[in-house]
């Protein structure tokens, strides 16, 4: 080892500090015709035979340390971003589900009439899997292709047994209008009991009679997209059976913030039957 010397070292109060009291590997650093050797251990207060670079190729060191930590760091944040996912689960007759990304499970024990948060998961192709919770039991599996940076809502709808329509996962990309000044609504068909339907939004408990409705017949497994509707504004979601005016179901009075998005889910009743009803979640 060349021109190297040795000095008592003091600490000395630094924002280095917390990086000179880690424990270090050994390792060699060379620098042209100076070395240093790095201890496994640098004390935390004081170390009375540490070897020097000349001050010079310490500074090409730490300059050679410091462009591979910003190498790394951009190489991280150069990754394309994650999806954004969540699940509803709308079929009636299965019991709560596990849902497996790509064979691993990343939500449990979800219940029926129930969504979930958003999670990230990454972007790509996606393999999305129904399992009845704590089970091996697969009920429904679906190949999807997710955007990065965008957001999505898978739906699993339809009977887990054996009447028809059979379970199956819809995807939903939520695609958001950027306009802020109305409100909005995304109608979903996920009730395999009902027929096709048509939908009516205006204000509370308005009569259907001589109006037009604002989609007509939706059958199941579609959704209508964002519809903007005044906010601030009392309405409320009306169902009925295609070409008729008898309601199978009704949201409540509703009033939408401005810029405000919510997907209002037709749902059966548990096990299958009528009574229908609506799932509402908020998507902004």
Request: hydrophobic letters at 45%; one cysteine or more; charged letters at 15%.
């Amino acid at each position: 080892m060349k021109s190297c010397f040795t000095v008592p070292v003091k600490p000395v109060p630094s924002p280095l500090g917390n990086f000179l009291n880690r424990k270090l590997h050994p390792k060699l650093l060379t620098g042209g015709e100076r070395t240093l050797l790095l201890p496994l251990q640098w004390p935390r207060f004081q170390y009375p035979n540490l070897i020097f670079l000349e001050k010079r190729k310490m500074k090409l060191a730490i300059a050679k340390l410091a462009a591979a930590s910003l190498m790394l760091v951009g190489l991280t944040f150069g990754q394309a971003p994650s999806a954004r996912v969540r699940v509803v689960h709308a079929s009636p007759d299965a019991p709560a589900v596990d849902i497996y990304i790509d064979g691993a499970v990343a939500l449990d024990g979800i219940p029926f009439d129930t969504a979930t948060d958003y999670v990230p998961v990454p972007a790509g192709q996606r393999i999305f899997q129904v399992f009845v919770a704590g089970t091996q039991t697969k009920v429904a599996e679906v190949n999807v292709s997710l955007a990065g940076g965008a957001s999505f809502t898978v739906v699993a709808a339809g009977f887990a047994g054996t009447k028809t329509p059979g379970l199956r996962l819809l995807l939903l990309q939520d695609i958001l209008p950027q306009d802020m000044a109305s409100g909005y609504i995304r109608v979903l068909h996920a009730a395999p009991s009902a027929p096709a339907v048509d939908v009516y939004v205006g204000a509370p408990f308005q009569t259907l009679r001589n109006r037009t409705a604002a989609l007509t017949n939706v059958p199941f497994g579609v959704n209508s997209g964002y519809l903007a509707v005044p906010a601030n504004t009392g309405l409320m979601a009306r169902v009925t059976p295609t070409g008729t005016r008898t309601i199978a179901i009704q949201s409540g009075r509703l009033s939408l913030p401005m810029g405000s998005a919510f997907t209002v889910i037709a749902v059966d009743n548990p096990g299958g039957t009528d009574p229908f009803d609506f799932l509402i979640i908020q998507d902004r």
